[in-house]
T-cell receptor, first 117, second 109 residues
Framework: GAGVSQSPSNKVTEKGKDVELRCDPI?????LYWYRQSLGQGLEFLIY????????KSGLPSDRFSAERTGGSVSTLTIQRTQQEDSAVYLC???????????????FGEGSRLTVL | GIQVEQSPPDLILQEGANSTLRCNFS?????LQWFHQNPWGQLINLFY???GTKQNGRLSATTVATERYSLLYISSSQTTDSGVYFC???????????FGAGTILRVKS
C-alpha cells in the first residue's frame, strides 16, 4: 500500500480480555517496528522485525505481550489479559531495512488507540 | 543506551513568528529523523537528516553530528504547525529509533 496501515484505529476492551492489533507495512519494506505511546508521553520501543524474525524484543513490557509477522509483511501485536496500564496508542512503523548498520528512514502508521476499562 | 533531550519542552508562538527547536544526543548516531505529530496523533516525517542541512518550504533542519545536536527551524509559523515535534536517533547496528520527549508547539492566530 501507499502507507503503513493499522487496524483497528480504536479498540475499547474490558480488563482481562485479549486484543490483537494489526499492521500492514509499506510494500517492499523488510523492517517493521512496534512502538507504544501512553497519554502525553513519548514513544516507547516494543519490538523490531527483520523479515519474519524478531531479533530485538527488548521493549516488550511483559510476557502478556507478543508479536508475529508472516510472509515478511503483515504483523500482529497480541496483548493477553489486558490491564488498565496497557491503555495507549500502539504505533507501527516500517523501513526499507538495515543497510550498513542503519535502520533507514522509518514511516509510521496512524496508530491503534487501545482503551482498557 | 543513548539519551535524547529536546528543548524547549513547550513553546507558544504568535502566527508569523520564527522558532528554533533543539535536539541533543549523548552518543554518535547514523540516523536522525524529525517528526511532527499532529493533533490527530499522526506522525509525519519532516526530515531524515543524520548530518548536514536540508530545507523544505518554511522548515529547515541542521544536524552537527560531531557536536551531537540537531536544530529544526520553523519560519513564518502557521496555526497548522501546532502539535508535538519529535527528534529520534539511531545508533550504528542499533535496531530502533530512540525518541526524545518532544516539544509541544502552539501557534496562536
Amino acid at each position: 500500500g501507499a502507507g503503513v496501515s493499522q487496524s483497528p484505529s480504536n479498540k475499547v476492551t474490558e480488563k482481562g480480555k485479549d486484543v490483537e492489533l494489526r499492521c500492514d507495512p509499506i510494500s517492499g519494506h523488510t523492517a517493521l517496528y512496534w512502538y507504544r505511546q501512553s497519554l502525553g508521553q513519548g514513544l516507547e520501543f516494543l519490538i523490531y522485525f527483520q523479515g519474519n524474525s524478531a531479533p530485538d524484543k527488548s521493549g516488550l513490557p511483559s510476557d502478556r505481550f507478543s508479536a508475529e509477522r508472516t510472509g515478511g509483511s503483515v504483523s500482529t501485536l497480541t496483548i493477553q489479559r489486558t490491564q488498565q496500564e496497557d491503555s495507549a496508542v500502539y504505533l507501527c512503523a516500517s523501513s526499507l531495512g538495515r543497510t550498513s548498520g542503519n535502520t533507514g528512514e522509518l514511516f509510521f502508521g496512524e496508530g491503534s488507540r487501545l482503551t482498557v476499562l | 543506551g543513548i539519551q535524547v533531550e529536546q528543548s524547549p519542552p513547550d513553546l507558544i508562538l504568535q502566527e508569523g513568528a520564527n522558532s528554533t527547536l533543539r535536539c541533543n544526543f549523548s552518543d554518535s548516531v547514523n540516523n536522525l529523523q524529525w517528526f511532527h505529530q499532529n493533533p490527530w496523533g499522526q506522525l509525519i516525517n519532516l526530515f531524515y537528516i543524520p548530518s548536514g542541512t536540508k530545507q523544505n518550504g518554511r522548515l529547515s533542519a541542521t544536524t552537527v553530528a560531531t557536536e551531537r545536536y540537531s536544530l529544526l527551524y520553523i519560519s513564518s509559523s502557521q496555526t497548522t504547525d501546532s502539535g508535538v515535534y519529535f527528534c529520534a536517533v539511531g545508533v550504528e547496528y542499533g535496531n530502533k529509533l530512540v525518541f526524545g520527549a518532544g516539544t509541544i508547539l502552539r501557534v496562536k492566530s
